[in-house]
């Protein structure tokens, strides 16, 4: 008696922790993040080297208050000729919530590039809420000079950039 009821706690504090490690992006494994579902329709998708690059500098401009997360603020500053990098998530649903980002960057000439997961978008951000999309905007605060790596990764994400 005494045995199964040590055992059922084991396995209650088992599952909180997997619970727990489950949704903390950054003990996300690789096995782990590779399974997420990204939508058909994105396109860029940044590889894992190009994601860990990406993350990096959201997470120095966001110490800066270089970064505008979510959709109507990143729709609201392209549309008012904001410059950047645009970052959006892949696996967004339903996916009419960004559906139409991607073609207000291009008419707006801002490069932009989708990543594996929500999760991993919002924790670059130093926030525990899973954001759909990011525009890193060096220009935002006119005393402060670009995020560290952030001419580099324009250039690789313009590479990327799909041509029609």
């Known amino acids: 008696m005494l045995r199964s009821l040590v055992g059922s706690e084991m396995c209650i504090r088992d599952r909180y922790q997997r619970r727990v490690r489950g949704t903390a992006p950054s003990t996300m494994s690789d096995d782990e993040a590779s399974d997420v579902q990204v939508q058909p329709f994105a396109q860029p998708l940044a590889d894992g080297k190009l994601s860990k690059k990406i993350f990096k500098c959201i997470k120095k401009a966001t110490k800066s208050k270089q970064v505008l997360r979510g959709v109507k603020e990143v729709v609201k500053a392209v549309r008012k000729g904001q410059k950047g990098i645009c970052v959006i998530a892949g696996n967004i649903s339903p996916m009419d919530v960004i559906s ?11 490069p932009y590039i989708y990543v594996n997961a929500k999760e991993e978008l919002g924790a670059a951000a130093l926030t525990k809420r899973p954001t759909s999309c990011m525009l890193i905007a060096p220009k935002l605060k006119k005393d402060l000079e670009s995020p560290e790596g ?15």
Not at 102 to 110: A, D, G, Q, R
Not at 155 to 163: D, R, S, V
């Open 100 to 110: 139409h980002l991607p073609i207000l960057c291009e008419e707006n000439h801002v």
């Open 150 to 164: 952030f001419d580099e990764l324009l250039k690789k994400i313009k590479k990327e950039q799909l041509e029609y």
